[in-house]
Protein backbone atom coordinates (compact mmCIF):
# COMPACT_ATOMS: atom_id res chain seq x y z
CA UNK A 1 0.00 0.00 0.00
CA UNK A 2 1.05 3.81 -0.97
CA UNK A 3 1.71 5.65 2.33
CA UNK A 4 -0.96 8.16 0.75
CA UNK A 5 -3.24 5.13 1.33
CA UNK A 6 -2.16 4.03 4.42
CA UNK A 7 -2.50 6.82 6.09
CA UNK A 8 -6.14 7.84 4.37
CA UNK A 9 -7.21 3.95 5.56
CA UNK A 10 -5.93 5.38 8.80
CA UNK A 11 -8.01 8.56 8.70
CA UNK A 12 -10.87 6.61 7.46
CA UNK A 13 -11.02 4.08 10.46
CA UNK A 14 -9.79 6.35 13.48
CA UNK A 15 -11.61 8.99 14.42
CA UNK A 16 -9.21 10.37 16.57
CA UNK A 17 -6.26 10.19 13.97
CA UNK A 18 -8.34 12.16 11.26
CA UNK A 19 -8.96 15.02 14.47
CA UNK A 20 -5.56 15.50 14.77
CA UNK A 21 -4.92 15.05 11.22
CA UNK A 22 -7.54 18.95 11.40
CA UNK A 23 -4.30 20.15 13.22
CA UNK A 24 -1.70 20.24 10.24
CA UNK A 25 -4.53 19.58 7.09
CA UNK A 26 -6.05 21.98 4.75
CA UNK A 27 -9.64 23.22 4.57
CA UNK A 28 -11.83 24.04 1.91
CA UNK A 29 -14.35 25.68 1.84
CA UNK A 30 -18.00 25.53 0.65
CA UNK A 31 -21.47 27.17 2.01
CA UNK A 32 -24.40 24.84 1.18
CA UNK A 33 -22.24 22.61 -1.03
CA UNK A 34 -20.96 25.53 -3.16
CA UNK A 35 -17.36 25.44 -2.96
CA UNK A 36 -15.13 29.03 -2.27
CA UNK A 37 -13.85 30.41 -5.20
CA UNK A 38 -11.39 33.32 -6.13
CA UNK A 39 -11.70 35.10 -9.63
CA UNK A 40 -8.71 35.36 -11.05
CA UNK A 41 -9.39 37.08 -14.41
CA UNK A 42 -10.90 34.64 -16.59
CA UNK A 43 -10.28 31.81 -14.23
CA UNK A 44 -11.48 30.55 -10.68
CA UNK A 45 -8.63 29.87 -7.84
CA UNK A 46 -9.28 27.20 -5.37
CA UNK A 47 -8.45 28.87 -2.36
CA UNK A 48 -7.19 26.78 0.99
CA UNK A 49 -6.98 27.58 4.88
CA UNK A 50 -5.10 25.92 7.41
CA UNK A 51 -6.05 25.85 10.76
CA UNK A 52 -2.85 26.53 12.43
CA UNK A 53 -2.01 29.43 10.02
CA UNK A 54 -2.85 33.07 10.48
CA UNK A 55 -5.07 34.31 7.43
CA UNK A 56 -5.57 38.06 6.62
CA UNK A 57 -9.03 39.04 6.30
CA UNK A 58 -10.69 42.19 5.41
CA UNK A 59 -12.92 43.77 8.17
CA UNK A 60 -15.76 46.31 7.72
CA UNK A 61 -18.24 47.65 10.19
CA UNK A 62 -21.17 47.72 7.57
CA UNK A 63 -21.23 43.34 6.92
CA UNK A 64 -22.07 42.06 10.33
CA UNK A 65 -21.20 44.75 13.50
CA UNK A 66 -18.31 42.66 14.36
CA UNK A 67 -15.65 45.66 14.29
CA UNK A 68 -12.61 43.45 14.40
CA UNK A 69 -10.31 46.41 13.32
CA UNK A 70 -8.02 47.12 15.69
CA UNK A 71 -7.62 50.80 14.38
CA UNK A 72 -11.57 50.84 15.55
CA UNK A 73 -13.81 53.46 13.96
CA UNK A 74 -15.26 52.97 10.18
CA UNK A 75 -12.23 52.56 8.37
CA UNK A 76 -11.87 48.95 6.44
CA UNK A 77 -9.09 47.12 7.48
CA UNK A 78 -6.86 44.52 7.39
CA UNK A 79 -6.71 42.04 10.50
CA UNK A 80 -5.14 38.30 10.85
CA UNK A 81 -7.30 35.54 12.37
CA UNK A 82 -6.96 31.55 12.70
CA UNK A 83 -9.47 29.43 11.43
CA UNK A 84 -10.99 29.39 14.77
CA UNK A 85 -11.27 33.04 14.76
CA UNK A 86 -12.68 33.25 11.59
CA UNK A 87 -15.65 31.11 12.12
CA UNK A 88 -15.91 33.51 15.46
CA UNK A 89 -16.01 36.21 12.64
CA UNK A 90 -19.01 34.80 10.52
CA UNK A 91 -20.63 34.17 14.03
CA UNK A 92 -20.22 30.26 13.73
CA UNK A 93 -18.72 27.57 16.14
CA UNK A 94 -15.30 26.55 16.46
CA UNK A 95 -17.03 23.18 16.89
CA UNK A 96 -17.38 23.28 12.62
CA UNK A 97 -14.11 22.54 12.36
CA UNK A 98 -14.33 19.08 13.77
CA UNK A 99 -17.39 18.36 12.14
CA UNK A 100 -15.81 19.18 8.93
CA UNK A 101 -15.82 15.86 6.21
CA UNK A 102 -12.31 14.54 5.30
CA UNK A 103 -12.30 14.60 1.39
CA UNK A 104 -8.84 13.30 0.83
CA UNK A 105 -4.59 13.59 1.34
CA UNK A 106 -1.89 14.33 0.17
CA UNK A 107 1.48 11.92 -0.44
CA UNK A 108 2.99 13.93 2.07
CA UNK A 109 0.46 13.33 4.69
CA UNK A 110 -1.51 16.45 4.96
CA UNK A 111 -5.17 16.01 5.51
CA UNK A 112 -7.93 17.65 3.22
CA UNK A 113 -11.46 18.79 4.67
CA UNK A 114 -14.49 19.90 3.53
CA UNK A 115 -15.66 22.43 6.07
CA UNK A 116 -19.45 23.92 4.96
CA UNK A 117 -20.22 27.41 6.69
CA UNK A 118 -23.69 26.56 5.49
CA UNK A 119 -24.68 23.46 7.56
CA UNK A 120 -26.96 24.11 9.92
CA UNK A 121 -25.95 23.86 13.63
CA UNK A 122 -27.39 25.55 16.89
CA UNK A 123 -24.94 28.08 17.02
CA UNK A 124 -24.86 28.71 12.97
CA UNK A 125 -28.72 29.10 13.22
CA UNK A 126 -28.39 31.94 15.55
CA UNK A 127 -25.52 34.26 13.98
CA UNK A 128 -24.69 33.43 10.83
CA UNK A 129 -23.18 36.23 8.87
CA UNK A 130 -25.19 35.97 5.32
CA UNK A 131 -23.52 33.80 2.66
CA UNK A 132 -22.37 36.84 0.56
CA UNK A 133 -20.88 38.63 2.98
CA UNK A 134 -18.35 35.14 4.35
CA UNK A 135 -17.64 34.79 0.40
CA UNK A 136 -16.65 38.84 0.33
CA UNK A 137 -14.75 38.68 3.61
CA UNK A 138 -12.57 35.74 2.56
CA UNK A 139 -12.07 37.64 -1.11
CA UNK A 140 -14.14 35.34 -2.99
CA UNK A 141 -17.52 33.95 -3.45
CA UNK A 142 -19.30 30.89 -2.83
CA UNK A 143 -19.91 29.35 -6.72
CA UNK A 144 -22.48 26.44 -7.75
CA UNK A 145 -19.93 24.08 -9.17
CA UNK A 146 -21.49 23.84 -12.41
CA UNK A 147 -20.83 27.20 -13.38
CA UNK A 148 -17.56 27.40 -12.66
CA UNK A 149 -16.43 23.64 -13.83
CA UNK A 150 -15.39 25.47 -17.11
CA UNK A 151 -13.10 27.98 -15.44
CA UNK A 152 -11.32 25.53 -13.06
CA UNK A 153 -8.18 24.72 -13.78
CA UNK A 154 -6.29 24.43 -11.05
CA UNK A 155 -4.68 21.07 -9.49
CA UNK A 156 -6.49 20.83 -6.53
CA UNK A 157 -9.99 21.50 -8.62
CA UNK A 158 -10.70 18.20 -8.68
CA UNK A 159 -10.75 17.72 -5.06
CA UNK A 160 -14.16 20.13 -5.30
CA UNK A 161 -15.29 16.86 -7.37
CA UNK A 162 -15.37 14.27 -4.04
CA UNK A 163 -18.86 14.81 -3.89
CA UNK A 164 -18.93 15.54 -0.04
CA UNK A 165 -22.37 15.98 0.20
CA UNK A 166 -23.05 12.33 -0.16
CA UNK A 167 -21.36 12.20 3.22
CA UNK A 168 -22.45 15.02 5.16
CA UNK A 169 -25.13 14.07 7.81
CA UNK A 170 -28.66 15.10 6.57
CA UNK A 171 -31.11 16.67 8.31
CA UNK A 172 -32.86 13.57 8.33
CA UNK A 173 -30.04 11.97 10.77
CA UNK A 174 -30.50 15.14 13.34
CA UNK A 175 -32.51 14.78 16.26
CA UNK A 176 -35.79 15.83 16.18
CA UNK A 177 -36.07 19.01 17.79
CA UNK A 178 -32.38 19.62 17.91
CA UNK A 179 -29.88 20.98 14.89
CA UNK A 180 -26.71 19.15 16.34
CA UNK A 181 -25.86 15.90 15.12
CA UNK A 182 -26.39 12.58 17.32
CA UNK A 183 -23.32 11.17 17.24
CA UNK A 184 -19.59 12.32 15.52
CA UNK A 185 -19.90 8.55 13.85
CA UNK A 186 -22.11 9.71 11.74
CA UNK A 187 -19.75 12.37 9.98
CA UNK A 188 -17.50 12.07 7.25
CA UNK A 189 -17.26 9.38 4.34
CA UNK A 190 -15.35 7.27 6.89
CA UNK A 191 -18.92 5.61 7.90
CA UNK A 192 -21.19 7.02 4.86
CA UNK A 193 -21.42 4.63 1.69
CA UNK A 194 -22.38 7.55 -0.93
CA UNK A 195 -24.82 6.28 -4.35
CA UNK A 196 -23.79 7.28 -7.43
CA UNK A 197 -24.97 6.59 -10.69
CA UNK A 198 -22.80 5.10 -13.35
CA UNK A 199 -22.65 6.45 -16.98
CA UNK A 200 -20.72 5.55 -19.91
CA UNK A 201 -19.22 8.16 -22.38
CA UNK A 202 -18.18 7.07 -25.92
CA UNK A 203 -15.70 8.57 -27.98
CA UNK A 204 -16.62 6.67 -31.16
CA UNK A 205 -14.13 6.67 -34.59
CA UNK A 206 -14.57 5.33 -37.82
CA UNK A 207 -10.91 4.94 -38.43
CA UNK A 208 -10.17 8.43 -39.26
CA UNK A 209 -12.56 10.75 -37.54
CA UNK A 210 -13.91 11.09 -34.54
CA UNK A 211 -17.73 11.62 -33.50
CA UNK A 212 -18.22 14.66 -30.80
CA UNK A 213 -21.78 15.99 -30.07
CA UNK A 214 -22.99 18.95 -28.08
CA UNK A 215 -26.38 19.51 -26.25
CA UNK A 216 -27.72 23.11 -25.59
CA UNK A 217 -26.76 23.44 -22.29
CA UNK A 218 -22.91 23.64 -23.10
CA UNK A 219 -21.00 26.72 -23.53
CA UNK A 220 -21.51 27.90 -27.20
CA UNK A 221 -18.54 25.99 -29.59
CA UNK A 222 -18.46 22.86 -26.76
CA UNK A 223 -18.51 19.84 -28.24
CA UNK A 224 -17.64 16.32 -26.25
CA UNK A 225 -18.05 12.59 -26.49
CA UNK A 226 -21.40 10.81 -25.99
CA UNK A 227 -22.42 10.32 -22.57
CA UNK A 228 -25.57 8.55 -20.96
CA UNK A 229 -26.78 7.03 -17.84
CA UNK A 230 -26.47 3.23 -17.41
CA UNK A 231 -29.96 1.64 -17.50
CA UNK A 232 -28.95 -0.34 -14.38
CA UNK A 233 -32.67 -0.40 -12.97
CA UNK A 234 -34.70 -1.24 -15.64
CA UNK A 235 -32.14 -3.62 -18.24
CA UNK A 236 -29.77 -4.30 -16.04
CA UNK A 237 -27.31 -3.44 -18.68
CA UNK A 238 -23.23 -3.87 -18.39
CA UNK A 239 -21.14 -1.27 -19.79
CA UNK A 240 -20.74 -2.46 -23.08
CA UNK A 241 -24.75 -2.79 -23.25
CA UNK A 242 -25.02 0.81 -22.51
CA UNK A 243 -22.51 1.79 -24.84
CA UNK A 244 -24.05 0.18 -27.46
CA UNK A 245 -27.75 1.66 -26.52
CA UNK A 246 -26.62 5.30 -25.83
CA UNK A 247 -24.75 5.82 -29.41
CA UNK A 248 -27.79 4.00 -31.01
CA UNK A 249 -29.85 6.22 -28.80
CA UNK A 250 -28.14 9.72 -29.62
CA UNK A 251 -26.81 9.31 -32.83
CA UNK A 252 -28.81 6.15 -34.54
CA UNK A 253 -25.03 4.46 -35.30
CA UNK A 254 -24.43 1.02 -33.83
CA UNK A 255 -20.38 0.14 -32.27
CA UNK A 256 -18.00 -2.31 -31.97
CA UNK A 257 -14.90 -2.78 -30.47
CA UNK A 258 -15.95 -1.48 -27.10
CA UNK A 259 -12.62 -0.75 -25.11
CA UNK A 260 -12.58 0.82 -21.62
CA UNK A 261 -10.36 3.50 -20.96
CA UNK A 262 -10.52 5.61 -17.68
CA UNK A 263 -12.83 6.01 -15.12
CA UNK A 264 -13.50 9.70 -13.05
CA UNK A 265 -16.27 10.55 -10.39
CA UNK A 266 -18.38 13.13 -11.43
CA UNK A 267 -20.52 15.74 -9.22
CA UNK A 268 -23.15 16.33 -11.71
CA UNK A 269 -26.19 15.49 -11.54
CA UNK A 270 -25.77 14.34 -8.24
CA UNK A 271 -23.14 11.74 -8.21
CA UNK A 272 -22.07 9.73 -11.24
CA UNK A 273 -19.26 7.06 -12.06
CA UNK A 274 -18.16 8.23 -15.48
CA UNK A 275 -16.51 5.13 -17.27
CA UNK A 276 -14.94 6.25 -20.93
CA UNK A 277 -14.53 3.78 -23.43
CA UNK A 278 -13.68 4.05 -26.92
CA UNK A 279 -15.46 2.49 -29.88
CA UNK A 280 -15.44 2.22 -33.60
CA UNK A 281 -18.42 1.83 -35.94
CA UNK A 282 -19.17 -0.66 -38.53
CA UNK A 283 -17.00 0.05 -41.82
CA UNK A 284 -19.24 2.41 -44.07
CA UNK A 285 -21.91 2.84 -41.27
CA UNK A 286 -21.06 6.65 -40.78
CA UNK A 287 -24.49 8.23 -41.06
CA UNK A 288 -25.43 10.29 -37.87
CA UNK A 289 -29.27 10.67 -37.23
CA UNK A 290 -28.89 13.34 -34.17
CA UNK A 291 -31.88 12.47 -31.67
CA UNK A 292 -32.93 16.26 -31.55
CA UNK A 293 -34.62 15.64 -28.08
CA UNK A 294 -31.32 14.84 -26.12
CA UNK A 295 -28.45 16.63 -28.41
CA UNK A 296 -28.36 19.74 -30.44
CA UNK A 297 -25.71 18.58 -32.83
CA UNK A 298 -23.49 16.09 -33.58
CA UNK A 299 -20.39 15.67 -36.56
CA UNK A 300 -17.47 13.69 -37.44
CA UNK A 301 -14.44 15.80 -36.43
CA UNK A 302 -11.15 15.70 -38.72
CA UNK A 303 -7.76 14.55 -36.85
CA UNK A 304 -5.97 18.21 -37.68
CA UNK A 305 -9.25 19.99 -36.44
CA UNK A 306 -9.09 18.03 -33.08
CA UNK A 307 -5.97 18.14 -32.34
CA UNK A 308 -6.18 22.07 -32.96
CA UNK A 309 -8.87 22.72 -30.54
CA UNK A 310 -7.30 20.50 -28.25
CA UNK A 311 -3.58 23.10 -28.26
CA UNK A 312 -5.41 25.56 -27.54
CA UNK A 313 -4.84 27.82 -24.15
CA UNK A 314 -6.53 30.26 -22.35
CA UNK A 315 -9.89 30.28 -21.14
CA UNK A 316 -12.92 29.09 -22.60
CA UNK A 317 -13.88 32.97 -22.66
CA UNK A 318 -10.99 33.58 -24.32
CA UNK A 319 -11.31 30.55 -27.01
CA UNK A 320 -15.07 31.61 -27.72
CA UNK A 321 -13.54 34.50 -29.06
CA UNK A 322 -11.24 32.87 -31.49
CA UNK A 323 -11.71 32.54 -35.11
CA UNK A 324 -12.08 28.55 -35.10
CA UNK A 325 -15.30 27.32 -33.73
CA UNK A 326 -14.84 23.97 -31.74
CA UNK A 327 -14.05 23.77 -27.98
CA UNK A 328 -13.34 20.78 -26.48
CA UNK A 329 -14.12 19.74 -22.77
CA UNK A 330 -11.40 21.12 -20.30
CA UNK A 331 -8.50 19.05 -18.74
CA UNK A 332 -10.84 17.95 -15.71
CA UNK A 333 -12.99 16.43 -17.66
CA UNK A 334 -12.43 12.87 -18.40
CA UNK A 335 -13.86 13.46 -22.09
CA UNK A 336 -10.68 16.04 -22.47
CA UNK A 337 -8.35 12.87 -21.74
CA UNK A 338 -10.71 10.47 -24.00
CA UNK A 339 -10.59 12.60 -27.20
CA UNK A 340 -6.49 13.54 -25.94
CA UNK A 341 -6.15 9.58 -26.27
CA UNK A 342 -7.50 9.82 -29.42
CA UNK A 343 -5.49 12.07 -31.30
CA UNK A 344 -2.11 10.38 -29.78
CA UNK A 345 -3.27 6.96 -31.09
CA UNK A 346 -4.33 8.86 -34.40
CA UNK A 347 -1.41 10.88 -34.75
CA UNK A 348 1.73 8.16 -33.26
CA UNK A 349 2.69 11.13 -30.98
CA UNK A 350 2.07 12.14 -27.22
CA UNK A 351 0.82 15.65 -26.45
CA UNK A 352 1.82 17.98 -23.79
CA UNK A 353 -0.25 17.08 -20.49
N1 LIG B 1 -16.81 14.37 -17.17
C1 LIG B 1 -17.02 14.46 -18.46
O1 LIG B 1 -16.10 14.49 -19.26
C2 LIG B 1 -18.43 14.51 -18.98
C3 LIG B 1 -19.50 14.29 -18.13
N2 LIG B 1 -20.79 14.26 -18.63
C4 LIG B 1 -21.86 13.97 -17.67
O2 LIG B 1 -22.50 12.76 -18.03
C5 LIG B 1 -23.79 12.76 -17.44
C6 LIG B 1 -24.77 12.07 -18.36
O3 LIG B 1 -24.84 12.70 -19.59
P1 LIG B 1 -26.26 13.00 -20.27
O4 LIG B 1 -25.98 13.11 -21.73
O5 LIG B 1 -26.90 14.15 -19.60
O6 LIG B 1 -27.10 11.68 -19.93
P2 LIG B 1 -28.24 10.93 -20.76
O7 LIG B 1 -27.88 10.92 -22.21
O8 LIG B 1 -28.50 9.62 -20.10
O9 LIG B 1 -29.49 11.89 -20.65
C7 LIG B 1 -29.92 12.49 -19.46
C8 LIG B 1 -31.23 11.86 -19.01
O10 LIG B 1 -31.00 10.58 -18.44
C9 LIG B 1 -32.01 10.27 -17.50
N3 LIG B 1 -31.40 9.63 -16.33
C10 LIG B 1 -31.27 8.30 -16.15
N4 LIG B 1 -30.68 8.01 -15.00
C11 LIG B 1 -30.41 9.19 -14.39
C12 LIG B 1 -29.78 9.55 -13.16
N5 LIG B 1 -29.30 8.64 -12.30
N6 LIG B 1 -29.64 10.86 -12.88
C13 LIG B 1 -30.10 11.80 -13.72
N7 LIG B 1 -30.69 11.52 -14.89
C14 LIG B 1 -30.85 10.22 -15.24
C15 LIG B 1 -32.72 11.59 -17.22
O11 LIG B 1 -33.99 11.50 -17.86
P3 LIG B 1 -35.34 11.54 -17.01
O12 LIG B 1 -35.31 12.84 -16.27
O13 LIG B 1 -36.39 11.44 -18.07
O14 LIG B 1 -35.27 10.35 -16.11
C16 LIG B 1 -31.89 12.64 -17.91
O15 LIG B 1 -32.63 13.71 -18.45
C17 LIG B 1 -24.13 14.21 -17.12
O16 LIG B 1 -24.17 14.35 -15.73
C18 LIG B 1 -22.96 15.01 -17.68
O17 LIG B 1 -22.61 16.09 -16.84
C19 LIG B 1 -21.06 14.42 -19.95
C20 LIG B 1 -20.02 14.66 -20.83
C21 LIG B 1 -18.65 14.78 -20.42
MG1 LIG C 1 -26.44 11.91 -23.32
Known amino acids: MSLRHEYLFELKEDDEACRKAQQTGAFYLFHDLDPLLQASGHRYLVPRLSRAVTILIRTSTTSSGFNLSSRGENR ?200 ACHATVKPGHTEIQVNLKELEAAAWFGLDEVATALRRKGSFAQQQGEASPLLLPPKLAIAHHMIKKWVEKQSGSSLAA
Not at 247 to 255: F, P, S, T
Open 76 to 275: PAIIELRLEGLLGKFGQDSQRIEDSVLIGCSNQQEAWFALDLGLKSASSARASLPRSEMGAELGGSFIKLRQAVFQLNSADSSLLFTDYKNSRPSTCCLAEGSLEPPSPQYWGYRRLHPEMAPVVITLVSDGARCLLARQSSFPKGLYSALAGFCDIAFAGESVEEAVQREVAEEVGLEVENIQYSASQHWPFPNSSLMI
